[in-house]
């Protein structure tokens, strides 16, 4: 085909039926994309002029945003494998992360695009590298609920094993039995601190779990009794006795 010429309609045609369903070859690719580097392209040298550019830059409209994603919906990029190779062993920089993050800062989801999400992931289940890739995701600082770690030692205290073993003692010495009513128990009792454990902390200048742990003295049981947790709040809500 000789330079400047143009194919007639009936001649694309015949070479668009001709060409259905095959792929070129790397080789065939790659002399194809040398045919229109540099002074071979035929943009070599030209610039959009500003009106060009105005096109350009303006937004796309619904209907061809639509139409781009239908045409490319289900497809499979055809550079797919030179992608997954240039982003392995890659992670995004904080930077990256930062950036995206505070792109979608105040946005919300429609209610169209929850229902989709919703209908999307319907009968899928999480793998175990998934779900605990999650829970790390929503650990310490990273959880929305996270308060600057502002437990209390008392908390700590509270939720040890030692604590449990010291109060389970406690129940079974009493026999589960509210020792000031003589009511038994059904999973709804408390062990009282006959010194308030805070005097205990405060006494003993505790500072750490750790010297909680090694105190003998906040671990002995003749400092505890069986209640019944509705007389045990009620007592504290009476006296104002700190727990």
């Not at 039926?17 to 070599?44: C, M, P, V, Y």
């Not at 793998?127 to 790390?136: F, I, T, Y």
């Not at 600057?148 to 010291?166: D, F, H, M, T, V």
């Not at 062990?191 to 454990?197: D, G, K, R």
Request: aromatic share 4%; with cysteine; net charge positive.
């Amino acid at each position: 085909m000789r330079k400047g010429s143009h194919q007639t309609p009936e001649a694309i045609e015949k070479n668009r039926i001709k060409h259905l369903g095959k792929k070129d070859s790397q080789t065939t690719k790659d002399k194809k994309r040398i045919s229109h580097e540099g002074e071979n392209n035929a943009f070599f040298g030209k610039h959009h002029t500003e009106e060009t550019l105005e096109l350009l830059r303006k937004p796309k409209s619904e209907t061809a945003k639509k139409n781009m994603s239908k045409s490319r919906k289900g497809k499979i990029p055809a550079n797919i494998e030179i992608l997954k190779h240039s982003r392995e062993g890659k992670t995004n920089s904080d930077f990256q992360k930062q950036r995206a993050k505070e792109s979608i800062t105040g946005l919300k989801r429609s209610d169209k695009t929850i229902e989709l999400n919703r209908i999307g992931h319907i009968g899928l289940t999480q793998s175990d590298e998934a779900r605990e890739k999650n829970r790390l995701a929503h650990m310490g600082d990273k959880n929305s609920s996270w308060k600057g770690g502002l437990k209390s030692l008392n908390e700590s205290i509270r939720g040890c094993a030692k604590y449990a073993e010291w109060r389970d003692a406690i129940y079974e010495r009493d026999n589960y039995t509210d020792v000031i009513t003589g009511e038994k128990g059904n999973g709804n009792l408390n062990a009282h601190h006959i010194t308030p454990l805070a005097e205990l902390i405060e006494k003993h200048h505790i500072t750490t779990l750790e010297e909680a742990i090694s105190c003998n003295e906040l671990w002995d049981i003749s400092n505890g009794i069986t209640m019944l947790e509705s007389n045990h709040i009620l007592y504290h809500a009476r006296t104002g006795r700190p727990e």
